[in-house]
Structures are given as C-alpha cells and as structure tokens.
Antibody, heavy 122, light 111 residues
Framework: QVQLQESGPGLVKPSETLSLTCTVS??????????WSWIRQPPGKGLEWIGY???????NYNPSLKSRVTISVDTSKNQFSLKLSSVTAAETAVYYC??????????????WGQGTLVTVSS | QSALTQPRSVSGSPGQSVTISCTGT?????????VSWYQQHPGKAPKLMIY???KRPSGVPDRFSGSKSGNTASLTISGLQAEDEADYYC???????????FGTGTKVTVL
C-alpha cells in the first residue's frame, strides 16, 4: 500500500517561499510508472493541480503558477518537494501530494497524502 | 483555464440514485477520456472513485459508475448509502498546456 506524507512549515509570511516535502513509503518515486503531483485546496474551496515531477526530474506545472513553482525529487530519500515563491494570503490552503498521473496515460491521482495546512500570514 | 462546472449540491434518500454532472469544454472533457472522480469526506484527503471516465479502482463499490457524453461527464451513485455523504470532484486532463482541471465540487447529502 503506497503512503504519502507531507511535511513542512504550517505558517509562511506573505512574499516568502512556501516549501513542502512529500515522503513516499510502500512504493518508489523511481519506479518510472508514475509522475508525482502536488495539489492544493483553499479552505472551503475546490482542488487545484499545481504540478508534477517524474523520477528523472522532468516537470510540468500549472501555467497560472509556472513562474513561481519548483518541484524537485530526491530518489535517494524517496521524496519529492514543492517550492512556491512570493506567496500571498490567497494561497492559504491544504497542500496535498499525490501519486499520478501514470507515465503512459494521463489519467488520474490514485494515492494521496493526508494534506498539510499552510497559512500565509504575517 | 476555468474549473469544470458541477452542481453545488445533490441529495437523495437511502437506496435512491443520484447523478452528478461535470461540464467542461471541447479542450478537456470533450477531447480526452481521462475524466476521474474523487470523494472527499470533511477533513480528509480526496479518494479516487472513478478513472478514465468509467473505470473503478479496486475496492470501490460497483454502486459508483461513470460516463461521458460530449463535453459532460457524469458520476452516478446507485443505492445511496449514508457513508456516501461527502463532497465529490471531477477532474479532466486538458492537454499539454493546462494539464489538469478540477470541477467546482458537489456536496452529496443523504436525506
């Protein structure tokens, strides 16, 4: 059973950089069969895909966030990470890491972390 | 890229069927058979219920089914049960620029 766990600061100041890490267990980020994604959800609102990474380091990002997002992978630690710069209060959200999509298709996100609330406030 | 449009809420009595629509465009739902549906209980992470329009992951009851016609996908819950009360989100692949767009979300209430 694949499990994902987000970690990182729960409070970030406006204009600073949000940094989160996702640790994967029961599976390998190096498997090559999947991409690994970050998805967020503001309180009481819907889901937004942020971006994904492949074990090789290849990435794709939501075009609305592309200029401020960096996703990286550390295969030795079986982790992948998110950095989002110049954050605003509107980016207060629960941030999820998830497995998906599959490398061959483009379909879906099948395993999710429990999510971590990041509040942007001074 | 705008979010896919879902009804804000649907409701039904135990044992009844409810259907949630997910309306997109010819650039997302209408162009790809990569629509997925997620169930989210309060304070919990989303759970994959349907993928590739109509496929069910292992462990998901066959009461849940998916379909698509044109730019609109649908999730049907048959034989509604109390534990089905949750928020439901659709998601579609939208090509190699936008990538993924989620729906606005639908709250399912079991009366």
């Amino acid at each position: 059973q694949v499990q994902l766990q987000e970690s990182g600061p729960g409070l970030v100041k406006p204009s600073e950089t949000l940094s989160l890490t996702c640790t994967v267990s029961g599976g390998s980020v190096s498997s090559g069969s999947y991409y690994w994604s970050w998805i967020r959800q503001p309180p009481g609102k819907g889901l937004e895909w942020i971006g994904y990474i492949y074990y090789s380091g290849s990435t794709n990002y939501n075009p609305s966030l592309k200029s401020r997002v960096t996703i990286s992978v550390d295969t030795s630690k079986n982790q992948f990470s998110l950095k989002l710069s110049s954050v605003t209060a509107a980016e207060t959200a629960v941030y999820y890491c998830a497995r998906g999509p599959e490398a061959v298709t483009r379909g879906h996100f099948d395993y999710w972390g429990q999510g971590t609330l990041v509040t942007v406030s001074s | 890229q705008s979010a896919l449009t879902q009804p804000r809420s649907v409701s039904g009595s135990p044992g009844q069927s409810v259907t949630i629509s997910c309306t997109g465009t010819s650039f997302d739902v209408g162009d790809y058979n990569y629509v997925s549906w997620y169930q989210q209980h309060p304070g919990k992470a989303p759970k994959l219920m349907i993928y590739d329009v109509s496929k069910r992951p292992s462990g998901v009851p066959d009461r849940f089914s998916g379909s698509k016609s044109g730019n609109t996908a649908s999730l049907t819950i048959s034989g509604l049960q109390a534990e089905d009360e949750a928020d439901y989100y659709c998601c579609s692949y939208a090509g190699s620029y936008t990538f993924y767009v989620f729906g606005t979300g639908t709250k399912v209430t079991v009366l």
